[in-house]
């Protein structure tokens, strides 16, 4: 794309953007999708135990995988465009490592012992973040089955690492976002921030902006906010309708 065709995408813009084709492969929910590294592929992960692969650039989809024995959910690429990580469904709370290259599974990362609902990949190495139900986040490296650091927080997280891969957020409940250093976590975080909360309302996924000035929470019933990653302020607040979370 030339620098003549970009520009800012205001309002303006995204108002006239319109839904040009639309994949029917499931037969139930799509519970994640992502983008490889290079963002020619997308990926999703379905309540219907299926895999899809899409190419971007052609614009349909390229390849389905089953999971029927462990489910799958909370599909992520590595920064290989054939691995992938996904969480369990079924048997297990264990997060699993796939080639997509010939369907076989690389590696087993047990620990939770209970559902996994948030996992994120580092963007810089082999690191990974995850959390559970069980109430724990728990840190780990592609290449050991071990688990490389753990802490129990008091509610559901959901966690997240920033851009460039030296801090990861932590949002407990709908209530508190706290910012953690990846190389000593351990020792608490140099931030928290306290958000506000409605009864029976949970932090459903927590992601950062690009220059990292910004971090964007979704919650259970349907409230999107920008917060300063700084601060703690809130920037702006959305209210969308969907489908409560898995």
């Known amino acids: 794309v030339s620098t003549q065709s970009t520009g800012k995408l205001d309002e303006k813009v995204w108002r006239s953007f319109q839904i040009s084709k639309v994949f029917r492969e499931n037969q139930n929910r799509i519970n994640a999708l992502d983008y490889s590294s290079s963002g020619e592929l997308l990926i999703t992960s379905s309540d219907d135990d299926s895999i899809v692969i899409y190419d971007c650039e052609e614009g349909k989809p390229s390849r389905t995988l089953l999971s029927r024995k462990y489910g799958v959910s909370l599909i ?3 920064h290989a465009q054939n691995t992938v990580l996904h969480a369990s469904t079924k048997l297990d709370d264990t ?3 796939l080639s997509l290259h010939d369907n076989k599974y690389l590696r087993y990362f047990k620990g939770h ?8 990949m580092s963007p810089i190495d082999d690191t990974f973040i995850s959390g559970s139900l069980d109430k724990s986040i728990r840190l780990w490296d592609l290449r050991s089955p071990n688990c490389a650091g753990h ?3 008091r509610g559901r997280p959901v966690a997240s ?3 460039h891969g030296l801090i990861f957020g932590a949002g407990i409940d709908a209530e508190l976002i706290k910012l953690y250093d990846v190389r000593s976590f351990d020792r608490g975080p140099f931030s928290t921030f306290k ?3 409605e009864r029976g309302t ?3 996924g927590l992601s950062f902006s690009p220059d990292t000035k910004n971090i964007l ?3 259970s019933n349907g409230v999107i906010r920008v917060v300063d990653a700084f601060n703690g302020q809130i920037i702006q607040t959305f209210t969308v309708g969907f489908d409560k979370y898995y």
């Open 217 to 219: 929470v979704s919650t």
């Open 95 to 97: 997060i699993r490592y």
């Open 202 to 204: 949970e932090l459903s």
């Open 161 to 163: 690492f920033d851009p």
């Open 151 to 153: 802490m129990h927080v």
């Open 195 to 197: 958000m506000p909360c």
């Open 76 to 78: 992520r690429y590595t």
């Open 113 to 120: 012992q209970q559902r996994v609902v948030s996992l994120s």
